[in-house]
Nanobody, 126 residues
Framework: QVQLVESGGGSVQAGDSLRLSCAAS????????MGWFRQAPGKEREFVAA????????YYADSVKGRFTISRDNAKNTVYLQMNSLKPEDTAVYYC???????????????????WGQGTQVTVSS
């Protein structure tokens, strides 16, 4: 049984940083693509970043490029999202997701992912 558990959310001021974690269990994730998505109230779930576990290749949404960094720790089976220079528009519930071997086009679409975490709230005030 695959389980993804996010943590690290919270309430911060604009310009602050947060690091989200996604602890993955139940599988060997070396063939997986891991994604971070977010969903603000009244909005659709949107892609934030993705990482291919085996290669470490990363891909970002334009809105977070240069501010957010996705990474993984093989020993801990954990994916991270380092978020710097946070803005009020980054406020959302952040979700971790996983799927085997997605393409660079597929990673942006929530429906392509098989497994999801429960989400963690990030609130950025001005």
């Amino acid at each position: 049984q695959v389980q993804l558990v996010e943590s690290g959310g919270g309430s911060v001021q604009a310009g602050d940083s947060l690091r989200l974690s996604c602890a993955a269990s139940g599988r060997t994730f070396s063939s997986y693509t891991m994604g971070w998505f977010r969903q603000a109230p009244g909005k659709e779930r949107e892609f934030v970043a993705a990482i291919w576990w085996s290669s470490g290749r990363t891909y970002y949404a334009d809105s977070v490029k240069g501010r957010f960094t996705i990474s993984r720790d093989n020993a801990k089976n954990t994916v991270y999202l380092q978020m710097n220079s946070l803005k009020p528009e980054d406020t959302a519930v952040y979700y971790c997701a996983a799927k085997i071997s997605l393409s660079i086009v597929e990673v942006m679409w929530p429906n392509e992912y098989t497994y999801w975490g429960q989400g963690t709230q990030v609130t950025v005030s001005s």
